[in-house]
Protein backbone atom coordinates (compact mmCIF):
# COMPACT_ATOMS: atom_id res chain seq x y z
CA UNK A 1 0.00 0.00 0.00
CA UNK A 2 1.18 3.44 -0.76
CA UNK A 3 2.14 5.82 2.20
CA UNK A 4 1.35 9.78 1.96
CA UNK A 5 2.30 12.30 4.17
CA UNK A 6 0.61 15.60 4.40
CA UNK A 7 2.20 19.08 5.36
CA UNK A 8 2.14 22.34 5.43
CA UNK A 9 -1.51 23.07 7.11
CA UNK A 10 -1.85 26.01 9.59
CA UNK A 11 -3.82 29.39 10.33
CA UNK A 12 -4.20 31.83 7.78
CA UNK A 13 -6.36 34.56 7.90
CA UNK A 14 -9.09 35.30 5.02
CA UNK A 15 -7.63 36.02 1.34
CA UNK A 16 -4.31 34.57 2.59
CA UNK A 17 -3.00 31.54 0.74
CA UNK A 18 -0.81 28.11 1.51
CA UNK A 19 0.48 25.54 -0.55
CA UNK A 20 -0.16 21.56 1.03
CA UNK A 21 2.56 18.97 0.46
CA UNK A 22 1.73 15.45 0.61
CA UNK A 23 4.97 12.75 -0.05
CA UNK A 24 4.05 9.83 -1.79
CA UNK A 25 5.69 6.53 -1.38
CA UNK A 26 5.50 2.76 -2.79
CA UNK A 27 2.25 3.38 -5.04
CA UNK A 28 0.85 0.53 -6.17
CA UNK A 29 0.89 -0.30 -9.92
CA UNK A 30 -2.68 0.65 -10.58
CA UNK A 31 -2.31 3.83 -8.74
CA UNK A 32 -3.37 6.39 -11.09
CA UNK A 33 -4.49 9.53 -9.44
CA UNK A 34 -3.80 11.67 -6.00
CA UNK A 35 -6.69 13.21 -5.00
CA UNK A 36 -7.14 16.75 -2.40
CA UNK A 37 -9.88 15.44 0.13
CA UNK A 38 -10.70 18.05 2.87
CA UNK A 39 -13.25 16.93 5.82
CA UNK A 40 -15.01 20.02 8.37
CA UNK A 41 -16.04 18.61 11.79
CA UNK A 42 -19.68 17.50 10.84
CA UNK A 43 -19.36 17.21 7.58
CA UNK A 44 -18.46 14.49 4.78
CA UNK A 45 -15.19 14.53 3.46
CA UNK A 46 -15.05 16.11 0.27
CA UNK A 47 -12.77 15.65 -2.53
CA UNK A 48 -11.64 19.14 -4.02
CA UNK A 49 -8.85 18.16 -6.97
CA UNK A 50 -6.99 15.49 -8.09
CA UNK A 51 -4.35 14.97 -10.98
CA UNK A 52 -3.29 11.94 -12.96
CA UNK A 53 0.03 10.10 -12.58
CA UNK A 54 0.12 9.48 -16.36
CA UNK A 55 -0.97 12.66 -17.94
CA UNK A 56 -1.02 16.36 -17.05
CA UNK A 57 -5.57 16.17 -16.56
CA UNK A 58 -5.99 17.62 -13.21
CA UNK A 59 -9.58 18.19 -11.73
CA UNK A 60 -11.45 20.78 -9.34
CA UNK A 61 -14.29 21.20 -7.02
CA UNK A 62 -16.35 24.05 -8.36
CA UNK A 63 -15.71 25.40 -4.62
CA UNK A 64 -11.88 25.50 -5.43
CA UNK A 65 -12.01 26.11 -8.70
CA UNK A 66 -9.73 29.24 -9.75
CA UNK A 67 -8.00 29.29 -6.01
CA UNK A 68 -6.43 26.36 -5.85
CA UNK A 69 -3.85 24.84 -8.09
CA UNK A 70 -2.81 20.87 -7.68
CA UNK A 71 0.50 20.13 -9.58
CA UNK A 72 3.04 17.55 -8.75
CA UNK A 73 7.15 17.17 -9.01
CA UNK A 74 7.90 13.81 -9.87
CA UNK A 75 11.29 13.88 -9.22
CA UNK A 76 10.30 14.59 -5.82
CA UNK A 77 7.48 12.43 -5.37
CA UNK A 78 5.37 14.83 -4.45
CA UNK A 79 1.81 16.64 -5.15
CA UNK A 80 1.10 20.55 -4.10
CA UNK A 81 -1.81 21.90 -3.61
CA UNK A 82 -1.55 25.84 -3.70
CA UNK A 83 -4.78 27.51 -2.01
CA UNK A 84 -4.92 31.23 -2.68
CA UNK A 85 -8.27 33.17 -1.54
CA UNK A 86 -8.73 31.08 1.25
CA UNK A 87 -12.07 31.65 3.33
CA UNK A 88 -13.45 30.51 6.12
CA UNK A 89 -15.54 28.01 4.48
CA UNK A 90 -12.16 26.52 3.81
CA UNK A 91 -11.63 25.48 7.01
CA UNK A 92 -10.96 21.45 7.99
CA UNK A 93 -8.78 18.73 7.82
CA UNK A 94 -6.96 17.99 4.58
CA UNK A 95 -5.87 14.76 3.17
CA UNK A 96 -3.94 13.10 0.27
CA UNK A 97 -4.76 9.60 -1.46
CA UNK A 98 -3.71 7.60 -3.51
CA UNK A 99 -6.09 5.62 -5.98
CA UNK A 100 -7.84 5.00 -9.22
CA UNK A 101 -8.23 7.59 -11.69
CA UNK A 102 -12.37 7.01 -13.07
CA UNK A 103 -12.40 10.35 -15.36
CA UNK A 104 -15.96 10.36 -14.85
CA UNK A 105 -16.07 11.43 -11.08
CA UNK A 106 -12.30 11.65 -10.32
CA UNK A 107 -12.58 13.12 -6.52
CA UNK A 108 -15.15 10.38 -5.45
CA UNK A 109 -13.26 9.31 -2.59
CA UNK A 110 -14.01 5.64 -2.40
CA UNK A 111 -11.84 5.26 -5.42
CA UNK A 112 -8.99 6.37 -3.39
CA UNK A 113 -7.22 3.55 -0.89
CA UNK A 114 -4.65 4.73 0.68
CA UNK A 115 -4.57 8.21 2.77
CA UNK A 116 -2.61 10.23 4.58
CA UNK A 117 -3.17 11.55 8.20
CA UNK A 118 -4.10 14.97 6.92
CA UNK A 119 -3.01 18.38 7.79
CA UNK A 120 -5.12 21.52 9.60
CA UNK A 121 -6.26 24.22 7.65
CA UNK A 122 -7.54 26.91 9.22
CA UNK A 123 -8.94 30.24 7.42
CA UNK A 124 -9.58 32.64 10.90
CA UNK A 125 -9.03 36.63 11.10
Known amino acids: EAQLEESGGGLVQPGGSLQLSCAVS????????IGWFRQAPGQAREGISA????????YYADSVKGRFTISRDNAKSTVYLQMNYLRPGDTAVYYCAAGELIPATPMLPLWYRSWGQGTQVTVSS
Open 26 to 33: GLNADDSA
Open 51 to 58: IALNSENT
